[in-house]
């Protein structure tokens, strides 16, 4: 099992719709969750941490779901500028010290007229 | 402007021919890492460093060097590149290297072996 798993997509939508993708992580010690966002080829940015009460910016909320290992974002009245890949990160933090992130491959997400 | 800058954006090069691919902050941070993007898999840690002259493997180290001995800048080294070896690459930091942190990364590197 792969410790980090998104759904690759892609999601094709169309604009104004709300859409959610999911990401689940296989070890449960695994401590700070992230969604970044990449467009074609360009480095990641980060569109929003993942806090286990959920948090909302706009028009993205993210949850965590600590029982069932797995984090989701959902995107509501999607735009055009919403296309892109959103990529699931997840940190484990190491014994010694330091810490590991994981990414997901991203879900590929295209929001059409 | 706070941004992590690498060179070049791209590069094509020939089997065995030594690279050197720069990376630099101006943010003053502590942390900062190698990661190479394949399709299918993903972003993968080639090698990290907590701080000046302290650096470990990440995830996929074999072909790799790396050196930290200023603050701002993490070379990544190819010795003798190959094939497999294509791929985009993204240096990124963060200010401790903090599980709860924010990375940065810069634009990135596409880089054919040919």
């Known amino acids: 099992r792969k410790e980090v798993e998104q759904d690759p997509g892609p999601f094709n939508v169309p604009e104004g719709a709300t859409v959610a993708f999911n990401c689940t992580y296989s070890n449960s010690a695994s401590q700070s969750f992230f969604w970044y966002r990449q467009d074609c080829r360009k480095e990641p940015k980060l569109l929003m941490s993942v806090y286990s009460s959920g948090n909302e910016d706009g028009r993205f909320t993210a949850q965590l779901n600590r029982a069932s290992q797995y984090i989701s974002l959902l995107i509501r009245d999607s735009k055009l500028s919403d296309s892109a890949t959103y990529l699931c990160?997840?940190?484990?933090?190491?014994?010694?010290?330091?810490?590991?992130?994981?990414f997901g491959t991203g879900t590929q997400l295209k929001v059409e007229l | 402007e706070a941004q992590v800058t690498q060179n070049p954006r791209y590069l094509i090069t020939v089997t065995g021919k030594k690279l050197t691919v720069t990376c630099s902050q101006n943010m003053n941070h502590e942390y900062m890492s190698w990661y190479r993007q394949d399709p299918g898999l993903g972003l993968r840690q080639i090698y990290y460093s907590m701080n000046v002259e302290v650096t470990d493997k990440g995830d996929v180290p074999e072909g790799y060097k790396v050196s930290r001995k200023e603050k701002r800048n993490f070379p990544l080294i190819l010795e003798s590149p190959s094939p497999n070896q294509t791929s985009l690459y993204f240096c990124?930091?963060?200010?401790?290297?903090?599980?709860?942190?924010?990375?940065?990364f810069g634009s990135g590197t596409q880089l054919s072996v040919l």
């Open positions: 990124a930091s963060s200010p401790l290297g903090r599980a709860n942190e924010k990375l940065f």
């Open positions: 990160v997840v940190t484990l933090i190491l014994t010694g010290g330091g810490n590991k992130l994981t």
